[in-house]
């Protein structure tokens, strides 16, 4: 069973870059697929990206492509979400989240605690 922690998280202006980490132990990373999700106060979580078990393949959701890019490595154990051009629509609580096989933009078992990202405008 994996657990994952997430660090990165802080305080930023509009426009500015962030790279959010996660690092995994109890587990075997590179058979799993990560992902990161977000949630906003008073709404609910939402997918944001996903990278397959070799690093290989992502996904992102609309309101973050071409902006954000996940990566992993797996000799480290640890998922980035590297974020650039942010937004106040960006700002959220930012989660890590691990499954078993394919890379999806649901149905992950394992989750991190969140990290707080804070853009002001």
């Known amino acids: 069973q994996v657990q994952l922690v997430e660090s990165g998280g802080g305080l930023v202006q509009a426009g500015d870059s962030l790279r959010l980490s996660c690092s995994a132990s109890?587990?075997?990373?590179?058979?799993?697929?990560m992902g990161w999700f977000r949630q906003a106060p008073g709404k609910e979580r939402e997918f944001v990206a996903t990278?397959?078990?070799?690093?290989?393949?992502?996904y992102y959701a609309d309101s973050v492509k071409g902006r954000f890019t996940i990566s992993r490595v797996n000799a480290k154990n640890t998922v980035y979400l590297q974020m650039n051009s942010l937004k106040p629509e960006d700002m959220a609580v930012y989660y890590c989240a691990a499954r078993e096989g394919l890379m999806a933009t649901r149905g992950y078992n394992y989750w991190g605690q969140g990290t707080q990202v804070t853009v002001s405008s």
């Open positions: 109890g587990g075997t990373f590179s058979s799993y697929a």
């Open positions: 990278i397959n078990m070799s690093g290989s393949n992502t």
